[in-house]
Protein backbone atom coordinates (compact mmCIF):
# COMPACT_ATOMS: atom_id res chain seq x y z
CA UNK A 1 0.00 0.00 0.00
CA UNK A 2 1.56 3.32 -1.36
CA UNK A 3 1.36 6.05 1.31
CA UNK A 4 1.80 9.94 1.33
CA UNK A 5 2.41 12.04 -1.48
CA UNK A 6 3.08 8.68 -4.00
CA UNK A 7 -0.32 7.23 -3.06
CA UNK A 8 -2.37 10.20 -5.42
CA UNK A 9 -3.08 9.33 -8.92
CA UNK A 10 -0.47 9.35 -11.41
CA UNK A 11 -2.61 12.18 -13.07
CA UNK A 12 -2.32 14.39 -10.40
CA UNK A 13 1.31 14.12 -9.54
CA UNK A 14 2.15 14.41 -13.46
CA UNK A 15 0.39 17.83 -13.07
CA UNK A 16 1.90 18.79 -9.87
CA UNK A 17 5.40 18.32 -12.54
CA UNK A 18 4.28 20.24 -15.34
CA UNK A 19 3.29 23.33 -13.28
CA UNK A 20 6.21 23.02 -11.00
CA UNK A 21 8.43 22.71 -13.71
CA UNK A 22 6.48 25.79 -15.50
CA UNK A 23 6.58 27.64 -12.22
CA UNK A 24 10.48 27.49 -12.49
CA UNK A 25 10.77 28.78 -15.81
CA UNK A 26 8.61 31.54 -15.47
CA UNK A 27 9.32 32.90 -11.95
CA UNK A 28 12.88 34.68 -13.06
CA UNK A 29 13.51 36.10 -8.74
CA UNK A 30 16.38 35.27 -6.96
CA UNK A 31 14.42 34.93 -3.81
CA UNK A 32 11.58 32.65 -5.10
CA UNK A 33 13.88 30.78 -6.86
CA UNK A 34 16.05 30.56 -4.09
CA UNK A 35 13.01 29.73 -2.15
CA UNK A 36 12.01 26.68 -4.74
CA UNK A 37 15.35 24.92 -4.56
CA UNK A 38 15.13 24.93 -1.04
CA UNK A 39 11.76 23.62 -1.08
CA UNK A 40 12.78 21.29 -3.61
CA UNK A 41 15.97 19.76 -1.38
CA UNK A 42 13.48 19.70 1.48
CA UNK A 43 10.92 17.62 -0.62
CA UNK A 44 13.83 14.97 -1.63
CA UNK A 45 14.90 14.42 2.01
CA UNK A 46 11.74 13.76 2.87
CA UNK A 47 11.08 11.18 0.49
CA UNK A 48 13.85 8.97 0.38
CA UNK A 49 16.71 11.05 3.30
CA UNK A 50 18.17 12.83 0.03
CA UNK A 51 19.86 9.33 -1.14
CA UNK A 52 19.04 9.92 -5.16
CA UNK A 53 19.81 13.74 -5.20
CA UNK A 54 22.80 12.19 -3.57
CA UNK A 55 23.75 10.43 -6.62
CA UNK A 56 23.17 13.10 -8.82
CA UNK A 57 24.67 16.57 -6.85
CA UNK A 58 27.85 16.22 -8.43
CA UNK A 59 26.26 16.94 -12.11
CA UNK A 60 24.37 19.64 -10.28
CA UNK A 61 26.94 21.49 -8.83
CA UNK A 62 28.76 21.29 -11.85
CA UNK A 63 26.09 22.49 -14.59
CA UNK A 64 24.96 25.18 -11.71
CA UNK A 65 28.82 26.44 -11.44
CA UNK A 66 29.14 26.23 -15.32
CA UNK A 67 26.44 28.60 -15.96
CA UNK A 68 27.04 30.74 -13.37
CA UNK A 69 30.61 31.22 -14.41
CA UNK A 70 30.22 31.84 -18.12
CA UNK A 71 26.74 33.55 -18.19
CA UNK A 72 28.33 37.39 -16.97
CA UNK A 73 31.41 36.44 -19.50
CA UNK A 74 28.87 36.31 -22.50
CA UNK A 75 26.06 38.50 -21.33
CA UNK A 76 27.10 42.26 -21.97
CA UNK A 77 23.71 43.61 -20.85
CA UNK A 78 23.82 45.83 -17.98
CA UNK A 79 24.53 49.41 -16.04
CA UNK A 80 26.41 48.23 -13.12
CA UNK A 81 30.20 47.34 -13.86
CA UNK A 82 31.50 45.07 -11.02
CA UNK A 83 35.25 44.27 -12.83
CA UNK A 84 36.94 44.24 -15.53
CA UNK A 85 38.73 41.37 -16.78
CA UNK A 86 40.90 40.87 -19.80
CA UNK A 87 39.55 44.29 -21.11
CA UNK A 88 35.74 42.64 -20.36
CA UNK A 89 33.55 44.28 -18.31
CA UNK A 90 31.48 41.69 -15.74
CA UNK A 91 28.24 43.55 -14.95
CA UNK A 92 26.32 42.71 -11.30
CA UNK A 93 22.70 42.24 -14.01
CA UNK A 94 24.62 39.34 -16.05
CA UNK A 95 26.02 37.65 -12.20
CA UNK A 96 22.40 38.10 -11.44
CA UNK A 97 20.98 36.71 -14.13
CA UNK A 98 23.49 33.84 -13.97
CA UNK A 99 22.41 33.01 -10.88
CA UNK A 100 19.21 32.94 -11.85
CA UNK A 101 19.61 30.18 -14.35
CA UNK A 102 21.75 28.34 -12.41
CA UNK A 103 19.13 28.37 -10.00
CA UNK A 104 16.99 27.34 -12.29
CA UNK A 105 18.89 24.78 -13.84
CA UNK A 106 19.45 22.82 -10.29
CA UNK A 107 16.13 23.42 -9.29
CA UNK A 108 14.98 21.30 -12.40
CA UNK A 109 16.99 18.41 -12.21
CA UNK A 110 16.54 18.56 -8.03
CA UNK A 111 12.77 18.35 -9.02
CA UNK A 112 13.20 15.02 -11.64
CA UNK A 113 15.27 13.32 -9.04
CA UNK A 114 11.73 13.32 -6.81
CA UNK A 115 10.37 12.68 -10.32
CA UNK A 116 12.31 9.63 -10.76
CA UNK A 117 11.19 8.72 -7.02
CA UNK A 118 7.77 9.30 -7.41
CA UNK A 119 6.84 8.27 -10.94
CA UNK A 120 7.88 5.06 -10.64
CA UNK A 121 8.12 3.09 -14.54
CA UNK A 122 4.69 1.27 -13.78
CA UNK A 123 2.80 4.71 -13.10
CA UNK A 124 4.80 6.38 -16.32
CA UNK A 125 3.67 3.51 -18.43
CA UNK A 126 0.36 4.03 -17.30
CA UNK A 127 -0.12 7.58 -18.40
CA UNK A 128 2.04 6.62 -21.08
CA UNK A 129 -0.72 3.60 -22.22
CA UNK A 130 -3.25 6.24 -21.47
CA UNK A 131 -2.18 8.44 -24.82
CA UNK A 132 -0.34 5.88 -26.90
CA UNK A 133 -1.57 2.28 -25.78
CA UNK A 134 0.37 0.98 -28.50
CA UNK A 135 3.48 2.21 -28.43
CA UNK A 136 3.11 1.69 -24.21
CA UNK A 137 2.91 -2.50 -24.82
CA UNK A 138 6.01 -2.18 -27.05
CA UNK A 139 8.21 0.28 -23.90
CA UNK A 140 6.84 -2.89 -21.34
CA UNK A 141 7.52 -5.55 -23.61
CA UNK A 142 11.27 -3.68 -24.34
CA UNK A 143 11.71 -3.08 -20.48
CA UNK A 144 11.21 -6.85 -19.97
CA UNK A 145 13.69 -7.66 -22.75
CA UNK A 146 15.99 -5.46 -21.06
CA UNK A 147 17.09 -7.62 -18.05
CA UNK A 148 17.01 -10.90 -20.09
CA UNK A 149 18.54 -9.43 -22.29
CA UNK A 150 21.53 -8.34 -20.01
CA UNK A 151 21.60 -11.80 -18.65
CA UNK A 152 21.47 -13.47 -22.43
CA UNK A 153 24.77 -11.04 -22.99
CA UNK A 154 26.93 -12.45 -19.99
CA UNK A 155 25.98 -15.93 -20.99
CA UNK A 156 26.84 -15.20 -24.72
CA UNK A 157 30.23 -13.24 -23.39
CA UNK A 158 31.30 -16.42 -20.82
CA UNK A 159 31.21 -18.79 -23.91
CA UNK A 160 33.04 -16.37 -26.56
CA UNK A 161 35.43 -16.18 -24.08
CA UNK A 162 36.65 -19.49 -24.24
CA UNK A 163 36.70 -19.47 -27.68
CA UNK A 164 39.09 -16.73 -27.10
CA UNK A 165 36.85 -13.56 -27.99
CA UNK A 166 36.38 -11.08 -25.33
CA UNK A 167 36.41 -7.86 -24.63
CA UNK A 168 39.28 -7.84 -21.91
CA UNK A 169 42.27 -7.70 -24.03
CA UNK A 170 43.62 -6.26 -26.89
CA UNK A 171 43.04 -2.66 -28.59
CA UNK A 172 39.84 -0.59 -28.46
CA UNK A 173 39.27 -1.19 -32.56
CA UNK A 174 39.39 -5.28 -31.60
CA UNK A 175 37.22 -4.70 -28.25
CA UNK A 176 34.92 -2.72 -30.29
CA UNK A 177 34.78 -5.18 -32.74
CA UNK A 178 34.22 -7.92 -30.30
CA UNK A 179 31.79 -5.86 -28.47
CA UNK A 180 29.39 -5.74 -31.50
CA UNK A 181 29.88 -9.34 -32.10
CA UNK A 182 28.15 -9.89 -29.29
CA UNK A 183 25.53 -7.65 -29.19
CA UNK A 184 25.04 -9.31 -33.38
CA UNK A 185 25.01 -12.76 -31.56
CA UNK A 186 22.35 -11.60 -29.21
CA UNK A 187 20.00 -10.22 -32.04
CA UNK A 188 19.76 -13.38 -33.92
CA UNK A 189 18.93 -15.09 -30.57
CA UNK A 190 16.27 -12.83 -29.51
CA UNK A 191 14.61 -11.88 -32.52
CA UNK A 192 14.37 -16.13 -32.84
CA UNK A 193 12.87 -16.14 -29.28
CA UNK A 194 10.94 -13.40 -29.56
CA UNK A 195 9.22 -14.87 -32.96
CA UNK A 196 7.75 -17.77 -30.24
CA UNK A 197 6.63 -14.68 -27.80
CA UNK A 198 4.61 -13.31 -30.78
CA UNK A 199 3.10 -16.67 -31.44
CA UNK A 200 2.06 -16.99 -28.27
CA UNK A 201 0.68 -13.48 -27.86
CA UNK A 202 -1.53 -14.15 -30.86
CA UNK A 203 -2.60 -17.78 -29.81
CA UNK A 204 -4.08 -15.93 -26.59
CA UNK A 205 -5.97 -13.61 -28.48
CA UNK A 206 -3.93 -10.35 -29.17
CA UNK A 207 -5.40 -8.54 -31.91
CA UNK A 208 -8.93 -10.22 -32.20
CA UNK A 209 -10.36 -7.31 -29.94
CA UNK A 210 -9.92 -3.88 -28.69
CA UNK A 211 -7.15 -4.23 -25.88
CA UNK A 212 -8.88 -3.75 -22.78
CA UNK A 213 -6.56 -2.62 -19.75
CA UNK A 214 -6.49 -3.36 -16.04
CA UNK A 215 -6.80 -0.01 -14.15
CA UNK A 216 -3.99 -0.09 -11.71
CA UNK A 217 -5.06 3.09 -10.30
CA UNK A 218 -8.32 4.39 -9.39
CA UNK A 219 -9.50 7.74 -9.21
CA UNK A 220 -10.71 8.86 -5.21
CA UNK A 221 -12.12 11.68 -3.93
CA UNK A 222 -8.65 12.52 -2.18
CA UNK A 223 -7.42 13.01 -6.08
CA UNK A 224 -10.49 15.67 -6.74
CA UNK A 225 -9.52 17.60 -3.74
CA UNK A 226 -5.77 17.64 -4.63
CA UNK A 227 -6.60 18.45 -8.55
CA UNK A 228 -8.73 21.42 -7.16
CA UNK A 229 -6.36 23.11 -5.05
CA UNK A 230 -3.33 22.07 -7.78
CA UNK A 231 -5.92 24.24 -10.35
CA UNK A 232 -5.95 26.80 -7.54
CA UNK A 233 -2.31 27.22 -6.89
CA UNK A 234 -1.44 27.53 -10.54
CA UNK A 235 -3.62 29.78 -10.94
CA UNK A 236 -2.09 32.18 -8.45
CA UNK A 237 0.77 31.51 -9.94
CA UNK A 238 0.00 32.25 -13.07
CA UNK A 239 -1.63 35.69 -11.79
CA UNK A 240 1.58 36.65 -10.45
CA UNK A 241 3.86 35.68 -13.55
CA UNK A 242 1.09 37.90 -15.22
CA UNK A 243 1.51 40.75 -12.57
CA UNK A 244 5.36 40.60 -12.92
CA UNK A 245 5.48 40.90 -9.13
CA UNK A 246 6.86 37.75 -9.67
CA UNK A 247 10.35 38.57 -11.64
CA UNK A 248 13.16 40.60 -11.07
CA UNK A 249 13.64 43.46 -13.78
CA UNK A 250 17.05 43.67 -14.93
CA UNK A 251 17.05 46.06 -18.08
CA UNK A 252 16.73 49.17 -18.45
CA UNK A 253 17.57 49.38 -14.67
CA UNK A 254 17.79 46.86 -11.97
CA UNK A 255 15.03 46.37 -9.64
CA UNK A 256 15.53 46.36 -6.10
CA UNK A 257 15.68 42.53 -4.85
CA UNK A 258 13.32 42.94 -1.72
CA UNK A 259 10.34 41.84 -2.15
CA UNK A 260 6.68 44.31 -1.58
CA UNK A 261 3.56 44.08 -0.81
CA UNK A 262 1.98 41.20 -3.46
CA UNK A 263 4.98 40.02 -3.73
CA UNK A 264 5.02 38.28 -0.26
CA UNK A 265 1.62 36.49 -0.84
CA UNK A 266 2.62 34.95 -4.13
CA UNK A 267 5.88 33.62 -2.43
CA UNK A 268 3.95 32.06 -0.01
CA UNK A 269 1.55 30.17 -2.28
CA UNK A 270 4.22 29.31 -4.73
CA UNK A 271 5.79 27.81 -1.72
CA UNK A 272 2.73 26.03 -0.57
CA UNK A 273 3.13 24.51 -4.50
CA UNK A 274 6.02 23.29 -4.41
CA UNK A 275 5.90 22.01 -1.23
CA UNK A 276 2.86 19.93 -1.53
CA UNK A 277 4.70 16.40 -1.07
CA UNK A 278 6.25 17.63 2.73
CA UNK A 279 2.73 18.71 3.89
CA UNK A 280 1.32 15.05 2.56
CA UNK A 281 4.61 13.23 3.69
CA UNK A 282 4.56 15.33 6.77
CA UNK A 283 0.70 14.29 7.57
CA UNK A 284 2.28 10.94 7.60
CA UNK A 285 5.08 11.24 9.97
CA UNK A 286 3.24 12.94 12.36
CA UNK A 287 0.34 10.48 12.62
CA UNK A 288 3.39 7.58 12.96
CA UNK A 289 4.79 10.03 15.87
CA UNK A 290 1.33 9.80 17.46
CA UNK A 291 0.39 6.28 17.23
CA UNK A 292 3.65 4.70 17.90
CA UNK B 1 1.63 7.27 -45.62
CA UNK B 2 2.84 10.61 -48.13
CA UNK B 3 0.70 12.84 -45.85
CA UNK B 4 2.89 12.15 -42.43
CA UNK B 5 5.71 12.42 -44.53
CA UNK B 6 4.72 15.68 -45.68
CA UNK B 7 3.23 16.89 -41.81
CA UNK B 8 6.54 15.62 -40.16
CA UNK B 9 8.90 17.37 -43.48
CA UNK B 10 6.93 20.98 -42.50
CA UNK B 11 6.92 20.60 -39.41
CA UNK B 12 10.86 20.16 -39.35
CA UNK B 13 11.38 23.00 -41.48
CA UNK B 14 8.93 25.79 -39.58
CA UNK B 15 11.20 24.64 -36.49
CA UNK B 16 14.63 24.93 -37.83
CA UNK B 17 13.06 28.57 -39.71
CA UNK B 18 11.95 29.69 -36.38
CA UNK B 19 15.65 28.88 -34.62
CA UNK B 20 16.68 31.10 -37.67
CA UNK B 21 14.77 34.27 -37.51
CA UNK B 22 13.18 34.14 -34.06
CA UNK B 23 15.95 32.42 -31.76
CA UNK B 24 14.76 35.36 -29.27
CA UNK B 25 11.43 34.11 -29.13
CA UNK B 26 12.44 30.56 -28.59
CA UNK B 27 14.55 31.26 -25.82
CA UNK B 28 12.23 32.98 -23.81
CA UNK B 29 9.37 30.41 -24.68
CA UNK B 30 11.44 27.53 -23.94
CA UNK B 31 8.57 24.92 -22.44
CA UNK B 32 6.25 26.46 -25.43
CA UNK B 33 8.59 25.58 -28.12
CA UNK B 34 10.06 22.30 -27.04
CA UNK B 35 6.78 21.00 -26.87
CA UNK B 36 5.61 22.17 -29.90
CA UNK B 37 8.99 20.99 -31.73
CA UNK B 38 8.10 17.50 -29.96
CA UNK B 39 4.77 17.52 -31.22
CA UNK B 40 5.43 18.23 -34.82
CA UNK B 41 7.84 16.07 -35.08
CA UNK B 42 6.32 13.03 -33.43
CA UNK B 43 3.10 13.33 -33.63
CA UNK B 44 1.88 12.71 -37.21
CA UNK B 45 4.05 9.63 -37.20
CA UNK B 46 3.02 8.35 -33.91
CA UNK B 47 -0.75 8.74 -34.48
CA UNK B 48 -0.02 6.63 -38.01
CA UNK B 49 1.81 4.32 -35.65
CA UNK B 50 -1.04 3.93 -33.36
CA UNK B 51 -3.60 3.51 -36.29
CA UNK B 52 -1.85 1.12 -38.30
CA UNK B 53 -2.78 -2.51 -37.23
CA UNK B 54 0.29 -4.39 -36.63
CA UNK B 55 1.10 -8.52 -36.72
CA UNK B 56 2.03 -9.60 -32.97
CA UNK B 57 5.38 -10.31 -34.31
CA UNK B 58 6.00 -6.93 -35.71
CA UNK B 59 5.28 -5.67 -32.47
CA UNK B 60 7.85 -7.87 -30.47
CA UNK B 61 10.30 -7.78 -33.04
CA UNK B 62 10.44 -3.82 -32.27
CA UNK B 63 10.35 -4.11 -28.92
CA UNK B 64 13.67 -6.21 -29.28
CA UNK B 65 14.84 -4.02 -31.36
CA UNK B 66 14.39 -0.74 -29.03
CA UNK B 67 15.57 -3.36 -25.85
CA UNK B 68 19.01 -4.39 -27.87
CA UNK B 69 19.66 -0.74 -29.03
CA UNK B 70 19.36 0.27 -24.75
CA UNK B 71 20.98 -2.92 -23.42
CA UNK B 72 23.94 -2.50 -26.18
CA UNK B 73 25.66 -0.18 -24.10
CA UNK B 74 26.15 -2.11 -21.36
CA UNK B 75 29.12 -4.39 -22.78
CA UNK B 76 30.82 -0.96 -23.89
CA UNK B 77 30.40 0.46 -20.10
CA UNK B 78 33.97 -0.21 -20.00
CA UNK B 79 35.12 2.22 -22.95
CA UNK B 80 33.87 5.41 -22.73
CA UNK B 81 31.34 7.39 -24.85
CA UNK B 82 31.70 4.32 -27.42
CA UNK B 83 28.27 3.04 -27.86
CA UNK B 84 26.49 1.39 -30.39
CA UNK B 85 22.74 2.67 -29.71
CA UNK B 86 23.19 4.95 -32.53
CA UNK B 87 24.31 2.00 -35.13
CA UNK B 88 21.66 -0.02 -33.82
CA UNK B 89 19.10 2.52 -34.20
CA UNK B 90 20.55 3.47 -37.76
CA UNK B 91 20.82 -0.06 -39.45
CA UNK B 92 17.61 -1.23 -37.80
CA UNK B 93 15.99 1.60 -39.59
CA UNK B 94 17.24 0.97 -43.09
CA UNK B 95 15.99 -2.58 -42.92
CA UNK B 96 12.63 -2.13 -41.31
CA UNK B 97 11.54 1.48 -42.91
CA UNK B 98 10.79 5.37 -41.31
CA UNK B 99 8.06 4.34 -39.03
CA UNK B 100 10.14 1.66 -37.26
CA UNK B 101 13.08 3.37 -36.86
CA UNK B 102 11.29 6.01 -34.87
CA UNK B 103 9.48 3.67 -32.91
CA UNK B 104 12.90 1.58 -31.78
CA UNK B 105 14.92 5.43 -31.52
CA UNK B 106 12.62 6.52 -29.37
CA UNK B 107 11.75 4.23 -27.50
CA UNK B 108 15.13 3.07 -26.44
CA UNK B 109 15.77 6.54 -25.12
CA UNK B 110 12.72 6.18 -22.83
CA UNK B 111 13.70 2.62 -21.67
CA UNK B 112 17.21 3.39 -20.96
CA UNK B 113 16.11 6.68 -19.12
CA UNK B 114 13.48 4.73 -17.29
CA UNK B 115 16.87 2.45 -15.71
CA UNK B 116 19.19 4.93 -15.77
CA UNK B 117 16.90 8.08 -14.64
CA UNK B 118 14.77 10.71 -16.40
CA UNK B 119 15.80 14.07 -16.86
CA UNK B 120 14.64 17.03 -18.55
CA UNK B 121 16.43 16.01 -21.40
CA UNK B 122 14.76 12.48 -22.00
CA UNK B 123 12.81 14.41 -24.75
CA UNK B 124 15.24 15.58 -27.00
CA UNK B 125 17.05 12.07 -26.48
CA UNK B 126 13.73 10.45 -27.34
CA UNK B 127 13.59 13.46 -30.39
CA UNK B 128 17.24 12.92 -31.25
CA UNK B 129 17.45 8.77 -31.55
CA UNK B 130 13.56 8.99 -33.39
CA UNK B 131 14.38 11.38 -35.65
CA UNK B 132 18.31 9.57 -36.68
CA UNK B 133 15.96 6.18 -37.30
CA UNK B 134 12.87 8.07 -39.29
CA UNK B 135 15.64 10.16 -41.59
CA UNK B 136 17.44 6.96 -42.22
CA UNK B 137 14.51 4.63 -42.97
CA UNK B 138 13.22 7.60 -45.47
CA UNK B 139 16.61 7.45 -47.68
CA UNK B 140 17.10 3.72 -46.89
CA UNK B 141 15.30 3.24 -51.12
CA UNK B 142 18.06 6.48 -51.96
CA UNK B 143 21.63 6.02 -52.88
CA UNK B 144 22.58 7.75 -49.87
CA UNK B 145 22.02 4.85 -47.57
CA UNK B 146 22.98 1.94 -50.22
CA UNK B 147 26.65 3.74 -51.03
CA UNK B 148 28.30 3.18 -47.65
CA UNK B 149 30.61 6.15 -48.18
CA UNK B 150 27.27 7.97 -47.50
CA UNK B 151 26.07 5.83 -44.64
CA UNK B 152 29.48 6.59 -43.00
CA UNK B 153 28.99 9.71 -43.29
CA UNK B 154 25.52 9.94 -42.20
CA UNK B 155 26.53 8.22 -39.02
CA UNK B 156 29.18 10.70 -38.41
CA UNK B 157 27.00 13.82 -39.15
CA UNK B 158 24.51 11.98 -36.91
CA UNK B 159 26.88 11.86 -34.06
CA UNK B 160 27.78 15.41 -33.61
CA UNK B 161 24.24 16.54 -34.54
CA UNK B 162 23.37 14.28 -31.55
CA UNK B 163 25.98 15.72 -29.18
CA UNK B 164 24.78 19.49 -30.11
CA UNK B 165 20.87 19.00 -29.13
CA UNK B 166 21.11 17.16 -26.46
CA UNK B 167 23.39 20.63 -25.50
CA UNK B 168 20.58 22.61 -25.83
CA UNK B 169 18.13 21.62 -23.37
CA UNK B 170 20.46 23.46 -20.67
CA UNK B 171 20.10 26.30 -23.33
CA UNK B 172 16.42 26.45 -23.45
CA UNK B 173 16.28 26.03 -19.48
CA UNK B 174 17.52 29.79 -20.08
CA UNK B 175 21.30 30.16 -20.37
CA UNK B 176 21.73 33.03 -21.24
CA UNK B 177 20.89 34.40 -25.15
CA UNK B 178 21.04 31.80 -28.00
CA UNK B 179 24.28 33.13 -29.75
CA UNK B 180 27.02 31.86 -31.60
CA UNK B 181 29.67 32.45 -29.11
CA UNK B 182 27.71 30.37 -26.50
CA UNK B 183 26.46 27.90 -28.96
CA UNK B 184 30.34 27.36 -29.66
CA UNK B 185 31.89 27.53 -26.28
CA UNK B 186 29.06 24.76 -24.93
CA UNK B 187 29.78 22.72 -27.44
CA UNK B 188 33.45 22.68 -27.23
CA UNK B 189 32.80 20.95 -23.71
CA UNK B 190 31.37 18.08 -25.24
CA UNK B 191 33.75 17.98 -28.32
CA UNK B 192 35.94 15.22 -28.06
CA UNK B 193 32.83 13.06 -26.73
CA UNK B 194 30.66 13.85 -29.81
CA UNK B 195 33.76 13.13 -31.84
CA UNK B 196 34.01 10.07 -30.49
CA UNK B 197 30.28 8.86 -30.59
CA UNK B 198 30.41 9.60 -34.40
CA UNK B 199 33.77 7.51 -35.09
CA UNK B 200 31.98 5.09 -33.08
CA UNK B 201 29.02 5.30 -35.52
CA UNK B 202 31.37 5.02 -38.88
CA UNK B 203 33.18 2.01 -37.19
CA UNK B 204 30.32 0.14 -36.67
CA UNK B 205 28.31 1.37 -39.45
CA UNK B 206 31.39 -0.17 -41.93
CA UNK B 207 31.94 -3.16 -40.08
CA UNK B 208 28.48 -4.36 -39.40
CA UNK B 209 25.95 -2.46 -40.94
CA UNK B 210 25.81 -4.85 -43.94
CA UNK B 211 25.34 -8.08 -42.03
CA UNK B 212 23.28 -6.31 -39.46
CA UNK B 213 20.92 -5.11 -42.35
CA UNK B 214 20.93 -8.77 -43.86
CA UNK B 215 19.81 -10.71 -41.03
CA UNK B 216 16.97 -8.09 -40.37
CA UNK B 217 16.16 -8.40 -44.22
CA UNK B 218 16.35 -12.62 -43.54
CA UNK B 219 14.07 -12.08 -41.08
CA UNK B 220 11.65 -9.44 -42.64
CA UNK B 221 11.38 -12.98 -45.56
CA UNK B 222 11.22 -15.72 -42.85
CA UNK B 223 8.34 -14.71 -40.87
CA UNK B 224 6.66 -12.28 -43.71
CA UNK B 225 6.50 -9.32 -41.37
CA UNK B 226 7.02 -5.27 -42.35
CA UNK B 227 6.26 -6.38 -45.95
CA UNK B 228 4.53 -2.92 -46.69
CA UNK B 229 7.06 -0.33 -45.77
CA UNK B 230 10.16 -1.80 -47.56
Known sequence: MLRGFRSFHPFVLLLYYIIVIAGLMMYQHPVFLTAALLSIIFVNLILDKGVELNKWKYMIIFLALFVFVFTPLFNQQGNIVLFELFSRAFYLEAVIQGAMIALTLSGILALFTTFNIIITSDKFLYLFSKFFPKWALILMLALRFMPLFRKRLADIQDVQEMKGVSMKDGKLREKAQNGMLFIQILLTYSLEEAVQTADSMSARGYGLQKRSQYEAYLWKSRDWAMLVFLLLLSLLTLIGWKSNKTILTLTPELESMMLQGHSWFYLLSWILLISLPIWTEGKEVIKWNFYK | ?230
Open chain 2, 1 to 230: MANEKGITIIGVAIFFLLLVFFPKFIVQHYLLISILFIIAILLPSIIRFSRKSMTSREMVMLAVLAAIAGVSRVPFAALPSVQPTTFVIIASAIALGPQSGLVIGASAALISNMVLGQGPWTPWQMVCWGMAGFIAGLLANTFFMKHMAWRLIYGFIVGFIFGWVMNMWIFFSGFGDLTLETFVLLNTQSFLFDLAHALSNVFFLFLFSMIWIKTLNRFKEKYGVFQEDG
